[in-house]
């Protein structure tokens, strides 16, 4: 088997572009051979005629341009522009070919514009390229390795004439290093299903697994490939495949909302309280479902007598993931199934807590309608407000206090809700707060105070309302030293300059930092 030499490339570019009516382009959704080969005469022809009338080198690349766009304009198929370099650059090939189409092609050929040429050359022109590869210089042989990378790649874009070529001339349907997504697998992947089943036919193995990514049905089940995972079933794909430390094809289905999968996969027998195991804990389909904001799915599985209260290793219930995720409709609907929605997360936050986080009032005003407690703790003792303050969410902080939330209650180690606030720049959290009564010099369990976080993360303006607001710009930490410091080990040179200028020690900024500090004040600098 010869693959295409340079002269090739050049012939079938250019034999492609101005032959009887083949496109300088392709269609984004071709499976298959998209044109006809024309007559070599005709091919001929029509090269000759651009030559007669050519003017200078410009003249062919501005016909390709008229072509290009021609065709695009009266297909509706989208082209790829990459071809149109600066036309200051075009040249002349002078390399000829044995072939009398070559002859003509290479001549016309922009030479500086080869790379460019090639880029936009149509996918799926195989006959073109068996045609024209017949009187061509045989020059380079491929070997298995090649052949096997190249059917990986034919089956990920379903292009299944290119697979059955690469098959016929040795390429392994099974081909893959250990643990890597063998060609069935990629065509499974983007749904290609007649790549799917002529690789079955030839002997793919429909039950390997990529490590980390599951069988075929499992990669196809999620991204919502309906047929290609019933085809796979009705040949033997197992429907509860777990590869190690990934997702059975029922879960992939439900995380991704598919659900005539979900329901196609529990009909053929899907276990749906078989979660995964490894980084993500413990997670069932209906976890998935509810983590994604399914609800569809969610009820479907909970009907189907999935457990709704299925946690994972850290104890995160579907109600939690559906709160973290500001799910409302789930929540409801969760909720309404009596589940317990001051749920602690071992170590982490109740669902109150995480939806508080991530600034979702509307599921945390649910949640404390449905008698959820506003003062719950984690296991660091973090509240729902100290949750909202350091995410900056002001509405969800407001309606927390209102409702009874303590502004003041500490977590273990990481301090108050205003010095959560603080350490993330949210100056109107930080004001509101104060307003509230917050307390400004409430250290953390390492004894750094708010003003201390605000230098951390360099947030000028939330280190001068504190300031402003009686904070101590020389309250130290354990083992850390002063804001000044904090704000000089961060390259906030603007908060050091600040404080500089108002109370803090120039020795606590330390030796490693002080002289560049100096030398920035000394400048001005507003960094």
């Not at 392994?172 to 290093?177: I, L, W």
């Not at 991704?256 to 980084?279: P, R």
């Not at 997670?283 to 209260?309: F, M, R, S």
């Not at 030796?511 to 920035?520: D, G, I, T």
């Amino acid at each position: 088997m010869y693959l295409w030499n340079k002269k090739a490339k050049y012939m079938v570019i250019y034999y492609m572009a101005l032959g009887n009516n083949l496109p300088f382009a392709h269609s984004t959704s071709a499976t298959t051979d998209s044109a006809q080969v024309p007559s070599q005469d005709a091919g001929i022809s029509s090269v000759r005629g651009v030559k007669k009338n050519r003017f200078s080198p410009l003249h062919d690349y501005d016909f390709l341009v008229k072509r290009q766009k021609k065709y695009r304009k009266e297909t509706g198929f989208s082209t790829d522009d990459s071809f149109m370099m600066p036309r200051s650059g075009i040249g002349y090939s002078r390399e000829i070919s044995p072939s009398p189409e070559a002859v003509e092609a290479v001549r016309l050929l922009p030479e500086d514009g080869i790379k460019q040429f090639i880029r936009a050359a149509a996918n799926g022109i195989l006959c073109l390229i068996k045609t024209l590869l017949k009187p061509c210089v045989p020059v380079v042989k491929a070997g298995p390795t090649d052949f096997n990378t190249r059917i990986r790649v034919a089956a990920e874009k379903g292009y299944l004439n290119r697979v059955k070529y690469l098959k016929e001339q040795g390429a392994d349907v099974n081909a893959g290093t250990t643990g890597s997504e063998t060609p069935i697998w990629w065509a499974a992947e983007y749904g290609h299903l007649e790549v799917v089943k002529y690789l079955k036919e030839q002997g793919a193995d429909i039950n390997t697994g990529a490590t980390g990514y599951g069988t075929p049905i499992c990669t196809a089940a999620a991204n919502g490939h309906f047929g290609v995972v019933k085809y796979l079933k009705e040949q033997g794909a197992d429907v509860n495949a777990n590869a190690t430390g990934f997702d059975t094809p029922i879960r992939e289905a439900a995380a991704n909302g598919h659900f005539g999968v979900v329901k196609y996969l529990k009909e053929q027998g899907a276990d749906m309280n078989t979660g995964v195991t490894g980084i993500r804990g413990y997670e069932t389909p209906i976890y998935g479902a509810a983590k994604g904001g399914h609800l569809e799915v969610v009820k479907y599985l909970k009907e189907q007598g999935a457990d709704v209260n299925a946690g994972t290793t850290g104890y995160r219930t579907p109600i939690w993931v559906a709160a973290e995720g500001g799910y409302l409709e789930v929540v409801k609907y969760l909720k309404e199934q009596d589940v317990d929605v001051d749920a602690n997360a071992r170590g982490r936050y109740t669902p109150m807590c995480a939806a508080a986080t991530g600034g979702y009032l509307e599921v945390v005003k649910y949640l404390k309608e449905q008698g959820a407690d506003v003062e719950a703790r984690t296991k660091g003792k973090g509240t729902p407000i100290y949750g909202a303050a350091i995410g900056g969410h002001l509405k969800v902080v407001k309606y927390l206090k209102k409702k009874g939330a303590d502004v003041n209650a500490g977590t273990t180690g990481k301090g108050t809700p205003i010095y959560g606030a603080a350490i993330g720049g949210h100056l109107e959290v930080v004001k509101y707060l104060k307003e509230q009564g917050a307390d400004v010099e409430a250290r953390t369990k390492g004894d750094g105070t708010p003003i201390y976080g605000a230098a951390i993360g360099g947030h000028l303006e939330v280190v001068k309302y504190l300031k402003k607001k009686g904070a101590d710009v020389n309250a130290g930490t354990t083992g850390r030293g002063a804001p000044i410091r904090a704000a000089a080990e961060g390259g906030h040179f603007g908060v050091v300059k600040y404080l500089l200028n108002n109370g803090g020690k120039e020795s606590d900024i330390g030796e490693l930092h002080k002289n560049y500090a100096k030398w920035l004040v000394l400048h001005n600098s507003q960094l």
